[in-house]
């Protein structure tokens, strides 16, 4: 199978198994974030964070347009502006922009994807602001679609935890 063949099944498989979750939350569901602990972030947050997971950190492997304003470089951002904390993460306005959102992030990936050549997936270095690590494009690729499903994963068990009526059958698009 090739890396193309791979990251595409995984695309649609990973937008589709979200797209089915992101159903079953309401707009009075979005203030709503675990109990215990601590730094969560609120159903609102999370769904902003899962509109933007894959398809525009793919875009920046691709492209080098990381998204950032003019004059600001990525690798030179501190750590906690990189990963901040809860709080400080945005929120949606509702459910309905969330769906819009992914399906515009799930269009971003894969046009990004159809632009990379099978070459490029399987030899072109890639690093992210976040790790200098050298990879292959296709592994950072592969990692961004891991990142969407992680937080699809979150997001089946805010679901649970809610009360909603959601099975394994949600999480694996069954």
């Known amino acids: 199978m090739s890396w193309k063949m791979l990251l595409k099944k995984e695309l649609d498989s990973t937008y589709k198994v979200t797209q089915g979750l992101l159903e079953m939350v309401t707009d009075k569901d979005l203030q709503w974030k675990p109990a215990t602990g ?3 972030m609120t159903m609102g947050q999370l769904l902003m964070h899962i509109t933007n997971a894959c398809g525009a950190s793919i875009k920046g492997f691709v492209t080098g347009d990381w998204g950032m304003p003019e004059g600001v470089d ?3 951002m501190p750590p906690e502006d990189m990963l901040p904390s809860a709080e400080k993460l ?3 306005k509702s459910v309905a922009e969330a769906k819009k959102l992914l399906a515009e992030d799930q269009k971003l990936a894969v046009h990004m994807l159809d632009i990379t050549s099978e070459e490029d997936l399987e030899k072109k270095p890639a ?3 976040w790790d200098p690590t050298v990879m292959i494009l296709g592994h950072r690729m592969l990692q961004m679609i891991d990142h969407l499903k992680q937080h699809k994963g979150q ?4 679901l649970k935890l809610q009360g909603k009526p959601v099975h ?3 999480l694996w698009g069954m």
Request: glycine content about 6%; overall charge negative.
């Open 38 to 40: 601590n730094n969560w």
């Open 74 to 76: 990525v690798s030179e």
């Open 90 to 92: 945005p929120t949606i």
């Open 127 to 129: 690093t992210a602001p």
């Open 155 to 158: 997001l089946f068990y805010y």
């Open 168 to 170: 394994t059958g949600h």
